[in-house]
């Protein structure tokens, strides 16, 4: 079976704290992805990657960065927490052709406070 | 720039009744398309997608889609609703890369 895995579900950090998100795929997958979702808004891409080491910007990249090290992890990393980071980030993996699906780790929930 | 709609962002229906949830995309040429599933507290799952051959697909738990050129529509339908479909929907579409777009969702609300 298939799996993505996040390091955690839940997260509560203060502002200005750098925080970690990891994100694990069991699937050999090329591409990984990193997505922020709130109410009203759906997904938004905030980073890709497509090999290791490589990495594109997607919609909303500002005050995120990324690493990807090994085929397998996909590093969300918020330099300085802000209140409105606060939300939940979903990780996908999948191969690299367009028809591909994509799949999802379960999400962490960040609040920042 | 490829985009996604998708119209409606509550939908309820009573348990037992027919669904259709709506999605149109806006691409040149024929997009690949997914509809995804997500839980509450839980990632997104694949239901189906399409991309050549018969417009009509059958995906999971009961759910199809029908694609229509003509109408660039990827409408997901499902003869009979369970109190466990109740759900965010995603309509998503992959037309000239591999980075897919998404809609912002309809979120299902199914009555007793």
């Known amino acids: 079976d298939v799996k993505v895995t996040q390091s955690s579900r839940y997260l509560v950090k203060r502002t200005g704290e750098k925080v970690f998100l990891e994100c694990v795929q069991d699937?050999?997958?090329?591409?990984m992805f990193w997505y922020r979702q709130d109410p009203g808004l759906g997904l938004r891409l905030i980073y890709f990657s497509y090999d290791v080491k490589m990495k594109e910007k997607g919609d909303i990249p500002e005050g995120y960065s990324v690493s990807r090290e090994k085929k397998e992890r996909f590093s969300l990393i918020l330099e300085s927490a802000s209140t409105n980071q606060t939300s939940m980030y979903l990780c996908?993996?999948?191969?690299?052709?367009?028809?591909?699906?994509?799949?999802f780790g379960p999400g962490t929930r960040l609040l920042v406070l | 720039a490829q985009s996604v709609t998708q119209p409606d962002i509550h939908i309820t229906v009573s348990e037992g009744a027919s669904l259709e949830l709506r999605c149109n995309y806006s691409y040149g040429a024929t997009p690949y398309l997914f509809w995804y599933v997500q839980s509450p507290g839980q990632g997104l799952q694949l239901l189906l997608k399409y991309f050549s051959g018969d417009t009509l697909v059958q995906g999971i738990k009961g759910f199809e889609a029908e694609f229509k050129r003509s109408q660039s529509s990827f409408n997901l339908r499902k003869p009979s609703v369970h109190w466990s479909d109740a759900a965010e929907y995603f309509c998503?579409?992959?037309?000239?890369?591999?980075?897919?777009?998404f809609g912002r969702g309809t979120s299902l609300i199914v009555h007793p």
């Open positions: 998503a579409s992959s037309g000239g890369s591999y980075i897919p777009t």
């Open positions: 699937m050999d997958h090329e591409n």
């Open positions: 996908a993996s999948s191969l690299r052709a367009r028809q591909e699906t994509q799949y």
